[in-house]
């Protein structure tokens, strides 16, 4: 039956009730319950909505002085957020917080201004005041007695800061109750944005989050300290537990749910497409005239904004030692198992510092600025090594390699790989001596030869990452240098070669390497240039590829007999590192979230070119015609000879689809002598040319079959004047745009969606924005 909306004592039943627990909420309100009254009596539930956020909007005007008050709006709390899933999943639903409630409640009939505001920012507004309301979200300035409480209106909510961090230098004493009820409210506040999880992806990014959108705009009197109490709460946590092992298992940590909850929350409140804005610059102003002081410069996402404004170098370290301390963590205990507590929210902390780094150029400068990038790569390096084999966390690789792929587009990144690796992270990767690139290079390897399959895609990006850092690398070990041998000789196989149409691009990225390391750092990369010539074999065959089609099948049969290339180890790689474990594969039953396909490395990527002076400078794609169908392009068609650039991706697709109507793709010798003639291959075989004649030479005469004289002879050698003309250095930019926008967003909120079991916020509603699959 319809009830009346001034029914008060049906009604208060929902919230009077002192004893109940958010799990009670979702234990009582099973969904079967929420979903009939949804389609039997749709004027109750919008009724107990509407009465909800009332309550709330009552207790934000009188700041929650009593305990029964604070009962009342936490009720309505978990209430509301047990309820919202299920209206967002409904289309004929979705509207109805934007709409007004006319007149209902206030004494029915003078519609004032108040009126007028739509439901969801009525209840949006009322958990931002409640976020800072004195004695019960935050410590009370004044000593005294509750008739001169502090009035919630008065009350700047800057001095209120949850933390100290950026902007704000005082930590208020730790307040265990005040903590619980603002991961009540920020529970609410996720849930309210998560309309986002109902809609199905579109590449269309204008279609922003209502709810995001109005809560971090000019109409949220506390975004700015909204935004830096997040901030500060996540980069402060310490979950070791002040620095004394053990110590978490003596005392209940209360921070952490909040943190967690701050962190989910400051993600999806940054979730702008920075790629169709006009997006600040490196020094604040947007791309427009610097004059234009009209409307204030970056997005009206006033998170957004506020994040890419900051730029006093403590708050850069603070935030960056933050982010570094929390991603660390887990690495801390495989030294001393359960000595932390272990956080499990790293995938967020990824998100955030990416976001971090592509709003905010001037954060992004300050990280290169010092080795303390590492203490991000180290971490990141052991999740990719730690998740290859897991097909539940396909998300998570794919964020650690954007992540690395944005640091190394600037040339610091590189240069900084060149430090030492002496801290030993447990990981299972063969030991070996040297420095941070050949950590990443190790890794590389590992994540390429023993990943699962749907890894795949990320080969281009993991091969543009080391190509572009490749002109700094002062001295690889010998570990790596072999592992990136191996790589060529598994990926330079007539089988694979010819068994894709994208997969010669990634030989050319391990040329491209070669060539810059041999150009460019010639002097300390005798272990390179070693096994370099040692492999000999494996550029000539490249150099005498078959192009005849009979070659080109017998090249694709080959693949049933011989093993897996990529399975052979090296003689040293037997060890691996002390208390390593090998990745696991993901435990049956498992929850995934699938994720949307990523735009292919052309599409992530703009080509820059470094300069003599250090500058960079971006090239413009040549908008070379595709030669008509069927005639072999010349050599210099596209621009940019072993690019994977567009015009190679164009031509490749109308290949595709012009082959067979099947829609099986078969190499043509065509195709083959296309990009065969533009492998890199001039500068290797000029110095294999010089040296191997050489080398023969000194291990005839001296009787050697010792690697140390050789490697002390080539030490010393030098081929200047002997090789080509070094070519320009071409460093591959990630560039935003809406397809990675994407991505992260159906990324993002899977991660949120996992992470919310207790209680299970959505699961089991008919979530639009990806599927769950059980792996």
Sequence with gaps: QPVEATDDAFWDQFWADTATSVQDVFALVPAAEIRAVREESPSNLATLCYKAVEKLVQGAESGCHTEKERQIVLNCCRLLTRILPYIFED?????????????????????????????????????????????????????????????????????????????????????????????????????????AMYLPPSSDSSSANPWVQFFCSTENRHALPLFTSLLNVVCAYDPVGY???????????YREPLVEEA?????????????????????????????D???????????????????????????????????????????????????????ELLVLFWKLCDFNKKFLFFVLKSS???????????????????????????????ILLLLSGERNFGVRLNKPYSVRVPMDIPVFTGTHADLLIIVFHKIITSGHQRLQPLFDCLLTIVVNVSPYLKSLSMVAANKLLH???????????????????LVFFLLEV???????????????????????????????????????????????????????TNSQDGVSMEGSRPAAPAEPGTLKTSLVATPGIDKLTEKSQVSEDGTM????????????????????????????????????????????????????????????????????????????????????????????????????????????????????????NSGTAMWFRTYMWGVIYLRNVDPPIWYDTDVKLFEIQRV
């Design 514 to 568: 070669f060539n810059n390391i041999i150009q460019y750092q010639f002097d300390g990369n005798s272990n390179l240039v070693y096994a370099v010539i040692r492999k000999r074999n494996v550029f000539h065959q490249l150099a005498n590829l078959p192009t005849d089609s009979q070659s080109i099948q017998k090249g694709l049969q080959r693949k049933k007999k011989t093993p897996e290339p990529i399975s052979r």
């Design 617 to 736: 400078r971006s090239l413009e794609p040549e908008s070379s015609q595709p030669p008509p169908d069927g005639t072999p392009p010349s050599a210099g068609s596209d621009g940019e000879p072993w690019s994977g650039e567009a015009s190679h991706h164009q031509r490749d697709r109308r290949r595709l689809s012009s082959a067979s109507s099947s829609g099986q793709w078969t190499p043509t010798s065509d195709w083959v002598m296309s990009w065969k003639s533009k492998l890199p291959l001039q500068t290797i075989m000029r110095l294999l040319q010089v040296l191997v004649p050489q080398v023969e030479k000194i291990c005839i005469d001296k009787g050697l079959t010792d690697e140390s004289e050789i490697l002390k002879f080539l030490q010393h050698g030098t081929l200047v004047g002997l090789l080509p003309v070094p070519h320009p250095i071409l460093i591959r930019k990630y560039q935003a």
């Design 243 to 253: 620095g004394i092992p053990y110590n978490h298992l003596l005392f209940s940590d």
């Design 91 to 195: 289309p004929d639903w979705r509207g109805f917080f934007w709409s007004t409630v006319p007149g209902a409640g206030r004494g029915g009939g003078d519609e004032d201004d108040e009126n007028a505001r739509p439901l969801a920012e009525s209840l949006l507004l009322a958990v931002a005041d409640l976020l800072f309301c004195p004695d019960f979200t935050v410590q009370s300035h004044r000593r005294s007695t509750v008739d001169t409480a502090e009035d919630i209106h008065s009350i700047d909510s800057c001095e209120y800061i949850w933390e100290a961090g950026v902007g704000f230098a005082h930590s208020p004493q730790p307040n265990y109750i005040h903590d619980l009820n603002r991961t009540e409210l920020l529970k609410l506040l996720l849930t309210c944005f998560s309309e």
């Design 293 to 347: 002081d009209a409307d204030p410069p970056g997005p009206d996402n006033l998170f957004v904004n506020y994040l890419s404004r900051i730029h006093r170098e403590e708050d850069f370290q603070f935030i960056l030692k933050g982010v570094a301390r929390l991603l660390s963590n887990p690495l801390v205990q495989t030294y001393l198992p359960n000595s932390a507590k272990k956080i499990q929210f790293h995938q």
């Design 487 to 505: 790589l060529l000789e598994a990926f330079s196989t007539t089988w694979f070669l010819f068994s894709a149409v994208q997969n010669h691009h």
């Design 372 to 402: 303390d990038v590492l203490d991000i790569l180290v971490p990141i390096l052991y999740f990719l090594n730690d998740a290859r084999a897991d097909q539940s966390r396909v998300g998570l690789m794919h964020i650690g390699v954007f």
């Design 263 to 291: 962190a989910q929350v400051l993600i999806v409140t940054l979730d702008y497409d920075s790629s169709t804005s006009s997006s600040p610059t490196v020094d604040g102003t947007t791309t427009g005239t610097a004059m």
